[in-house]
């Protein structure tokens, strides 16, 4: 297939500019070469048919995990980019708790060398900050970060030593890297699966309480506050740490956050009936929580929307509640979900989603901030946001169906998707001929 595609009658949002504009996009070369109305097909050229459609720069999430390498038969790197591709995502940055971890040179070279033969879209490694996650014995921060490690973090078993993690924020600084932090205290989340409320109780289930976030968010700004080091607070689940956050940032903390879809757009009610694709960690919270995540994304305290894609066999998720692992595959409903769960609940703009989508991770981890202008590259998503559609995992693109929107019906979709001037998903409801 040509390089060549031009894409017809889209409507482009730029966050950046605050700008919807239509016009058409022409590419070649792996870039966007030029746009404006009524550019006409030359040569071999591709043509798209965005009518009706939005063209956004491709999303990223920094918060992915490929598993692969000793867990294949979860996800690896050409499933888990598929179905980011078909998500709209063109870079997704994947946490360190693979197996082996991704703790020394060795086994980050290893997973480079899959992402440069497997990948469809770019992929950004994240090293752990201790070895084997066992938050004792820091890293070779510096060297991972000279072989490309995009930050640092121990996703899924938080430093509990204030030492550690002091450290660590001064080899972060040296890099010049985030630390990307999964805030929990183990002490008070030990043996819990689920929110602690009066459903963990009326279920028989030991619930997390909110606490278990708080207090390990409150600590670990003190560090940051010695350190003075960029920090970076993943999957934040309830309103107590919002408070804390919000206030950092007040301070001139150099502290961000981000969300994810299912607690925008999910409660702990999800997990009547004991349903493990439910289960995540941080845990569904209430309806209070929710609503004061989405306030702290109208105010600015949360800059970010990460997918925390967690696949899981369905062996692994037909365990009883209390012995499923935690996590969600989310990568191909993610936008489908904000955007029900934002913008048609009338809480921000489209222009403020696709910001938070884009921009708002890239600056986050210190990323070329993405852009449509002519010259830049051409990874880019288009939209049909007038899809009415019923996501089936048996037919995505991820090995793992662990998700708890399987047969729920969405409204919009992400329809193709670029990267680097090349069509790496396509639904049967775009055309390019």
Not at 156 to 169: D, E, F, S, Y
Not at 317 to 334: M, N, V, Y
Not at 405 to 422: A, S
């Amino acid at each position: 297939m040509s390089d060549k595609i031009l894409i017809k009658n889209g409507l482009i949002l730029d966050p950046a500019k605050n700008s919807e504009l239509k016009t058409d996009i022409r590419i070649a070369g792996g870039e966007i070469v030029e746009w404006g109305t009524e550019l006409v097909q030359t040569g071999e050229e591709n043509v798209i048919d965005a009518s009706g459609c939005w063209i956004s720069a491709g999303f990223i999430d920094i918060h992915t995990h490929m598993r692969d390498l000793g867990q294949k038969d979860k996800e690896d790197i050409h499933t888990g980019t598929k179905a980011a591709a078909a998500g709209g995502f063109t870079t997704v940055v994947t946490m360190a708790n693979t197996d082996p971890v991704i703790d020394n040179g060795m086994t980050l070279s290893m997973y480079l060398q899959k992402i440069s033969e497997r990948a469809v879209i770019e992929v950004l490694p994240v090293a752990a900050v201790t070895k084997g996650l066992a938050g004792q014995e820091l890293t070779n921060m510096v060297d991972l970060s000279e072989m490309g490690a995009i930050a640092f973090s121990d996703d899924g078993k938080p430093i509990q030593n204030m030492t550690v993690l002091r450290r660590a924020l001064e080899y972060a600084r040296l890099t010049g890297k985030t630390i990307i932090s999964h805030a929990e205290d183990l002490d008070l989340s030990e043996g819990g699966s689920m929110h602690e409320c009066a459903l963990s109780t009326e279920l028989g289930l030991q619930g997390i309480s909110y606490t278990s976030e708080t207090v390990a968010v409150a600590r670990e700004l003190e560090m940051v506050r010695l350190t003075q080091a960029p920090y970076h607070f993943t999957h934040i689940s309830c309103a107590s740490s919002l408070d804390l956050i919000r206030r950092a940032k007040v301070e001139g903390l150099s502290v961000t956050g981000d969300v994810t879809p299912h607690h925008l757009a999910l409660t702990v009610d999800e997990v009547a009936e004991y349903n493990t694709n439910a289960k995540m960690n941080p845990p569904l919270r209430t309806g209070r929580d929710r609503s004061e995540l989405i306030n702290a994304i109208k105010d600015g305290t949360i800059t970010a929307i990460a997918t925390d894609h967690a696949p899981h066999t369905k062996l692994e998720k037909s365990r009883p509640f209390t012995e499923a692992p935690f996590g969600i595959t989310g990568l191909e409903t993610a936008f489908s979900v904000v955007y029900q769960a934002l913008v048609l609940e009338k809480h921000i703009s489209i222009l403020e989603l696709i910001k938070l989508l884009t921009i708002g991770p890239a600056r986050i981890l210190d990323l070329p901030v993405p852009s449509l202008s002519a010259g830049s590259p051409a990874n880019l998503c288009i939209i049909d946001p007038r899809i009415q559609w019923t996501y089936d995992t048996s037919h995505g693109y991820s090995k793992s169906t662990n998700s708890p929107w399987d047969q729920k019906k969405l409204t919009g979709r992400v329809v193709c998707t670029i990267y680097k001037g090349q069509i790496v998903y396509r639904s049967e409801a775009i055309t390019a001929h």
